[in-house]
Structures are given as structure tokens and as C-alpha cells.
């Protein structure tokens, strides 16, 4: 009965010592969980920190760089990609980069008929500037002759008194004051547009 006992009391002080680093690994797997979730708890913080920063592009970097020295390991093991994942972004960055390609060409094309057609704008704009001067001058210019025009009426009715070769003058500075009171209207309708 002593060696059941002895054999009992070494199976209770082996069971013991099971209880006891069982309870002391609970104890540190209970620790690690709270580093973790501390840990955790900071990068969260830190996250949130650096978004702040994302319109800001030299901000972001700059929080990026110190959550990157702060949270990453240095002992960090690169995986191995998948080749079919690796085959489908390479495919995937050959189209995008012929799009752009090709948008480029796009707006070289756009912008190039852009051009043109601003330059012939311009073109029609200066022709349009020279003929509204001179069609200015030409108002000018027929103010100034619609004095003298006042002063053709008096001598007209003088010619018509004095015989029939002024007759023929009077009938030719009539035509003359018909294409005046003509280019007149014209002029008025050019200015009206502008």
C-alpha cells in the first residue's frame, strides 16, 4: 500500500506541477493577447493619424515613413506569388499602359486641332477687326461728307434754276446720295451685329 501511495502522491505532485506550468502558460498567453491587442490598439491609432493626412501627399508620406519604422519588422520574409496572379498583372499593366498610350495620342490629336482652330479664330477675328475700322472710317468719312451733302441740296436748287446741264450734275449727286443713304443702312447693319 505505501508504494500505491508513494506512486499516488508522485502522479498528484506530477499532475501539480502539470496544473502549475499550464497555469503559467495561461498566465503568458494571457499577456501576449493584451501586448497584441495594445499593440493593435496603437497601430489603429496611428492609422487614423495618418489618414488625416491624405490629402496632403507630402503629409502622408512622411506618416506613412514613421508608422512603417514604428510598426514594420525587419526580418520580414517575402512570399512567392502565384504565377497565374503574377501572368494576370503583368497582362493587366500592358493594357493599362496602352491605354494611356493611346489616350496621350488622343489628346496630342485634341489639342493639336485645338490649335488650329484657334489660331484660325483669331485669323477671322483680326480680318473682322480691320473690316469694322474700316467700316468705321467709312461712317467717319460719311458724316463728314453728309455736311457737304447739305450743302449740294442748296446748290442743287440753285443748278435747277440755272438750266439743263446741271440737271445731268443734279441727277448724279442724287445716285451718289442713294449709294451714301445705301452704304449708310449697310454700315448700321455690320455695327448692329457687334
Same mark, same amino acid.
Given at each position: ?106 489628346? $496630342? ?6 490649335? /488650329? ?39 442743287? /436748287?440753285?443748278? $435747277? ?34
Amino acid at each position: 500500500m505505501s508504494s500505491i501511495n508513494n506512486t499516488l502522491g508522485l502522479v498528484v505532485d506530477e499532475l501539480d506541477e502539470k496544473q502549475k506550468s499550464m497555469h503559467e502558460h495561461i498566465r503568458n498567453q494571457r499577456d501576449t493577447i493584451s501586448k497584441q491587442r495594445s499593440k493593435l490598439k496603437e497601430i489603429k491609432d496611428d492609422v487614423y493619424m495618418t489618414v488625416q493626412c491624405i490629402q496632403n501627399y507630402e503629409g502622408l508620406r512622411e506618416e506613412v515613413e514613421k508608422m512603417k519604422k514604428k510598426h514594420a519588422e525587419h526580418n520580414i520574409r517575402k512570399t512567392d506569388i502565384d504565377p497565374d496572379i503574377y501572368a494576370e498583372y503583368i497582362s493587366q499593366r500592358k493594357y493599362l499602359e496602352k491605354s494611356v498610350s493611346m489616350l496621350k495620342k488622343h489628346l $496630342q490629336k485634341d489639342s493639336e486641332i485645338h490649335k /488650329q482652330d484657334n489660331l484660325r479664330i483669331m485669323k477671322d477675328n483680326v480680318k473682322l477687326i480691320k473690316e469694322i475700322n474700316t467700316l468705321r472710317k467709312d461712317i467717319k468719312d460719311i458724316k463728314l461728307s453728309g455736311k457737304s451733302t447739305d450743302d449740294n441740296a442748296f446748290g442743287l /436748287q440753285r443748278a $435747277q434754276t440755272a438750266g439743263p446741264a446741271f440737271m445731268k450734275e443734279n441727277r448724279d449727286l442724287e445716285s451718289s446720295e442713294n449709294t451714301l443713304a445705301d452704304r449708310k443702312k449697310f454700315i448700321g447693319k455690320i455695327i448692329s451685329r457687334f
